[in-house]
Nanobody, 121 residues
Framework: QVHLVESGGGLVQPGGSLRLSCSAS????????MAWYRQAPGKQRELVAS??????TNYADSVKGRFTISRDNANTVYLQMNSLKPEDTAVYYC????????????????WGQGTQVTVAS
């Protein structure tokens, strides 16, 4: 089975930077995309950024120009967050879309446990 391990969350000051990491471990044959979502208290979970297996990226308008998503060859996805604002405070979730552990496995999604990001003075 596949597990996602997230790291990098914490408390930062407004204008600061933070880098989130998410590593997928286990049997992985193919992944359609990896993404970061976030959910603040009382709000719906929203897509922050995504990256496909061929490197195409997509960002929420609220983070465009400040956040950068990237992926390495070891099935690890990163979210570099710069110029952080208090409204960025949320639990951030790593997501793997369309995971197949073998060529004959049906695709499914896998979610990380979430990591807290707090932006405050």
């Amino acid at each position: 089975q596949v597990h996602l391990v997230e790291s990098g969350g914490g408390l930062v000051q407004p204008g600061g930077s933070l880098r989130l990491s998410c590593s997928a471990s286990g049997s992985i044959f193919a992944i359609n995309a990896m993404a970061w979502y976030r959910q603040a208290p009382g709000k719906q979970r929203e897509l922050v950024a995504s990256i496909t297996r061929i490197g195409s990226t997509n960002y929420a308008d609220s983070v465009k120009g400040r956040f950068t998503i990237s992926r390495d060859n070891a099935n690890t996805v990163y979210l570099q967050m710069n110029s952080l604002k208090p409204e960025d405070t949320a639990v951030y979730y790593c997501n793997v879309d369309g995971l197949r552990s073998t060529p004959w496995s049906p695709p499914h999604d896998v979610w990380g446990q979430g990591t807290q990001v707090t932006v405050a003075s």
